[in-house]
């Protein structure tokens, strides 16, 4: 059986948009180890050199501040995608435990089989890319070049906090909250791919530079 959707809104969209925005950035400081502190005198150092730290504070990239901020983050990131699940299921007047539901959710997420990917997609990520890797290749960074090796340039992702956050949990995470429900919330509201594109990464932007993320 198929449902009929009832559109959000424009204005709903962009409340639901901002409600996922800075719950995520609000997340990062709901753990009291998440929470960043540093000292009144500042020292001044020279370029590319790090200050000493002081005993009392709590940096962006002490481990125990990186596991409570992804804690905080995962949660944030759930709840935000159970908050849209509601919205459809509201908006098409679905049950919870209908099957239809949850696929178009997926769908609006941008959960959707290979086959239905457009054939552009396969080619904007690698020209995306295509200048950090070219950067890499003349640094002899790339795998099996002369400074790449697996214990320096892979093991790190895996076995330290700092590379788990910058290279798998942050780009999941942010990508489905800004992203897939933000982009999701635009789409049940008819958004133009104009908006869509261009209008819904200022989520991002401000959500990490004005609350300081």
Known sequence: MTVEISPLSPAKAWLLS???????????YTFRAGRLIFTAQQTEVGPNAERARASNERWRNDPATIRARLMGVSLSTVVSCLVFYGVVVTSGSW??????SLQKTLSL??????TQVPPGAWV????????PLYVQLLDQELPFQKYWSFKT???PIFDTWLGFRNIVAAPITEELVY???IVGAMKLSGASNFS????????FGA?????GA
């Open 18 to 28: 901002g409600y996922f925005a800075v719950s995520y950035v609000a997340s990062l």
């Open 179 to 181: 992203r897939s429900c």
């Open 207 to 211: 959500g990490m530079n004005l609350f």
């Open 124 to 131: 904007l990520v690698p020209v995306m890319y295509a200048g």
């Open 95 to 100: 049950k919870w435990s209908d099957v239809e």
């Open 153 to 155: 340039s892979v093991a």
């Open 196 to 203: 869509m594109i261009f209008l819904s990464p200022l989520w």
């Open 109 to 114: 997420l941008g959960f959707t089989r290979i």
